[in-house]
């Protein structure tokens, strides 16, 4: 599904990812941790090609990068909604960004298209603040409008960048269902975190990553507080 092999990426000359290889197999559900500033969220968007890659290759449901253009295959929910852009948009619009790249940009969404966007808001429990400006919602439930957004895209592979940070216990339980139910449907997930709470028992897998190495590639650590001191299993 992904393939990131021997990536490195640097800013400014400064190595952030320093040969780093990860591949997920399809129904896997992923997690990736480490302390903040290891290079989590570099290694996944260097996976998406949002980061540069100065060395290393990356491939997406089997395809080079640079010939991949079935993104409808994958949804992304990055780690900070884009401050402010100016335009007002509400949930819902939101939302039926998901579906642009099933759809095609210029054509009208379908009555599946917006079966999708309602399935989707309804996961995630803003049914009811479609038409709001996603500029009165909070921070929390701003992070639930992008994973709504990448739902309705009905994803194959979903991507996700610390997607209960800031969110309440009573939303992480939420979205720990709706991710239940894509993964039963036969999704596949990488998801960054700092703390699994209640997404633990979805995870066949973590990822360790520390100064931007992978130290840690298998069974997920016992307890919350495990992960950010990898021990002996570190390769
Ligand atoms: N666009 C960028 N330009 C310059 N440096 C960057 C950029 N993006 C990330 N970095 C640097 O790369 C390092 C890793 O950042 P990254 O965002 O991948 O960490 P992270 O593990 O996701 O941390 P966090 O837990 O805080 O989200 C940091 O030192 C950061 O300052
Ligand atoms: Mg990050």
Known sequence: MLEVEQ??????????LDGVSLKVAPSEVVAILGANGSGKSTLVKAALGLAPLVGGE???????????????????????????SGVPATVREVVAEG?????GFLRLPKPADRRAVGEALAAVG??????????VLSGGQQQRVLIARALAGAPELLV?????????????EAFAVCLHRF????????FVAHELGPLRPLITRAVVVHHGEIVHDGAPPETDNDHVHPHAGAA
């Not at 996700?160 to 992480?172: C, F, H, I, M």
């Not at 993964?183 to 990488?190: C, M, N």
């Open 7 to 16: 990536a490195v990426v640097a800013y400014d000359g400064r190595p952030v």
């Open 58 to 84: 990356v491939r997406l449901f089997g395809t080079p990068l640079r010939r991949f253009r079935e993104w409808h295959r994958l949804g992304y929910v990055p780690q900070r909604i884009g401050a402010g």
């Open 99 to 103: 579906r642009l790249a099933r759809r």
């Open 126 to 135: 803003l049914a009811d603040r479609a038409r709001e400006p996603v500029s």
């Open 160 to 172: 996700l960048d610390e997607p209960t940070a800031g969110v309440d216990a009573a939303s992480q």
């Open 183 to 190: 993964v039963d449907q036969g999704g596949t997930v990488v």
